[in-house]
């Protein structure tokens, strides 16, 4: 089946719809999250406002917007990492490394971590769910189970969710250990893969009851 050609109708949605996210990003690293930049994106991408909300609606819906096309650029950006090992675990930790390093360097993330983190919590609360079932089906061909050339997305799931929580913790919550250099970011990390074999040994030693007599 030949692919389907964009047409000259799609090419110039997408060349409106990246103007407008362009112009968004700029607005939002000059005047902040709280300032009301409708307008001003508008007038920076070159539109009138009614055609701004046409393609996207109001600022939240924009923000969105970004924040999605942010997603994209960067599951791009991760894939020749997750694809650099051979281990399904120095993978992992490489991915993590790689994410929360990128998160660190990014401009407009980090202006908005600072001035205003409500917004980033929201976008990361609400569409929580979404972006680690799309996590989990990013992985499915790098981590397969058995004879099959790739797992099941949904077998994914709980290390696409480990993923997330660790990744976005680490994001947006300062924490008592140092992990600012990657290099103390991945042994950190690499720590915490350790923990299931930590958490197996505490499991196999039998545990007293409070208030037991200790054998002597």
Not at 54 to 60: A, E, L, S, W
Not at 183 to 198: A, D, G, H, I, Q
């Amino acid at each position: 089946m030949n692919p389907v050609r964009p047409t000259v109708d799609m090419l110039r949605r997408n060349e409106i719809c990246s103007r407008i996210l362009d112009a968004a990003e700029e607005c939002l690293m000059q005047s902040g999250f709280r300032a009301r930049v409708h307008a001003a994106i508008a007038k920076r991408a070159g539109l009138s406002r009614p055609t701004v909300y046409k393609y996207f609606g109001d600022q939240t819906a924009i923000i969105e917007a970004l924040f999605e096309r942010e997603v994209n650029s960067f599951l791009q950006r991760l894939r020749p990492v997750i694809e650099g090992g051979t281990h399904a675990k120095a993978r992992l930790v490489d991915s993590v490394v790689f994410v929360v390093s990128y998160a660190r360097e990014h401009e407009l993330l980090q202006k908005s971590l600072k001035e205003d983190p409500q917004v980033v919590t929201h976008l990361l609360t609400s569409q929580g769910q979404t972006l680690i079932e799309r996590v989990a089906d990013f992985m499915a061909p790098y981590f397969p189970r058995g004879d099959e050339p790739t797992a099941d997305q949904r077998a994914l799931v709980p290390m696409a969710e480990w993923l997330y929580r660790v990744v976005t913790s680490l994001i947006t919550t300062p924490g008592v250990v140092d992990t600012e250099s990657p290099e103390k970011l991945r042994v950190f990390v690499t720590e915490l893969m350790e923990l299931p074999s930590l958490s197996s040994a505490l499991e196999a030693r039998p545990v007293r009851e409070p208030g037991a007599a200790t054998l002597g």
